[in-house]
């Protein structure tokens, strides 16, 4: 767990990521800005920082802001129902760089590496990378994980519902929403 | 009708409008800038700019550019089936000010008028003033349109899929899609 004095620290320093992509948010949307950890505590080397600006069943838009380094855990979003088949997310990269892994053909000498120590649960190697100006669209129940460049990143995620709760996480550590 | 030249202006005007939001587009994107004069020739006037990240059947995103003063012509997303009562738009203020106009309670004193002339076809008065940060989601089949202040502005539109070719302008001498 991080305590809320990390979060805090955390949710400051992605306003400073998010004013290098040209995003504006207001005092309220600030505080809930939200920093999942995936329940590892070890939020600088797995973590996602995100501002969701709508979720509705109809569509989904959020803001992801990943530190420098950072490594969002390799997970899928499953079919749901009958009309929904998983979720579906066009990533746009709006800052930085942003390597993003699906299934696919393994790329040689790819980029990245996941979290050391936690190998076991990254089994996708395919990589896009995505500078700003660049989008990728990941179908539905296709795995996938991302880290930053250097210099961190800002993505837009465009999609259907959102229901993170749902998603599934190769890492059986991980807790996507916590309880 | 205006001339190609004249969208070619127009677009490379978005572009410098994107930029002050912060938004980076591709050389091939800045070539599929959507210049929307809706039939009426007079752009500066009644028009709108648009550039369209993602349009698929769970999903849509662009980003939206007036230029100042600029008005986007009262229109409505009508139902398409029984599994689509209509486009329903969530529309957030990236830069400049923008004056939104809903069914609902005239306002009073509201900033914008329709173009003159053209009062015929605006219906609707109940205001809704969108600065950098602000969002506001319009229902389906519910008329609205919108004028930009003097600096002009940039609006990024999540919503439901697009189907321009069915809005419904107040305005009959409006062409949404040319044939
Ligand atoms: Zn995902
Ligand atoms: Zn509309």
């Not at 040209?22 to 590892?40: H, K, M, P, S």
Request: charged fraction near 25%; proline fraction near 7%.
């Amino acid at each position: 767990m991080i305590s809320e004095q990390q979060r805090e620290q955390a949710r400051a320093r992605t306003v400073e990521y998010l004013k290098k992509a040209g995003v504006v948010l207001t005092e309220e949307e600030i505080r809930n800005i939200e920093i999942a950890d995936f329940g590892l505590g070890d939020l600088e080397r797995t973590g996602l920082q995100l501002f969701t600006y709508v979720n509705c069943p109809r569509y989904c838009a959020k803001d992801l802001v990943l530190f420098p380094g950072q490594t969002c855990a390799e997970h899928r979003h499953p079919p749901i129902d009958d009309s929904n088949p998983g979720k579906q997310e066009t990533f746009r990269c709006r800052y930085g760089v942003v390597y993003l892994y699906v299934e696919g053909e393994p790329t040689e000498n790819r980029k990245c590496s996941p979290p050391q120590g936690d190998e076991a649960y990254y089994t996708v190697f395919h990589e896009i990378v995505l500078h700003p100006g660049d989008q990728y669209t990941i179908p539905p129940n296709v795995k996938h994980w991302f880290q930053a460049g250097d210099e961190g990143a800002v993505v837009s995620e465009f999609s259907s519902l959102s229901l993170d709760e749902k998603d599934i996480f190769t890492d059986p550590r991980i807790v996507r929403v916590p309880q």
